[in-house]
């Protein structure tokens, strides 16, 4: 098996810690949840680190926010108990 990288297994983790508090799909397998994120994330790392300017006068900063809430999004379905009180 290969290991993950340091983001995947950070991802990795935060998905376990979803799971347990209802953030998470009980159902979802983590190590593949967590992959998807990190390499976006990685990816849009390397964007800004290429390109902080932005794309078209748009800063890097307000291009990636929405792509990384919708990835996250995708994982992170439901509320966590923790914070429901």
């Known amino acids: 098996m ?5 983001g995947e297994a950070w991802c990795a983790r935060a998905v376990r810690n979803g799971k347990e508090c209802g953030e998470v799909d009980a159902g ?4 593949p949840a967590a992959v998807r994120p990190a390499a976006v994330m ?5 964007q800004v680190y290429r390109e902080p300017e932005g794309v078209e ?5 307000r ?4 792509l990384l809430d919708a990835e996250l999004a995708a994982v992170f379905t439901g509320e966590c108990r923790q914070y429901a009180r």
């Open 28 to 31: 979802l397998d983590p190590m």
């Open 57 to 61: 006068g748009v800063p890097a900063a």
């Open 63 to 66: 291009l990636v926010a929405p």
């Open 42 to 46: 990685e990816g849009l790392a390397l």
């Open 2 to 6: 290969v290991g993950l990288c340091a």
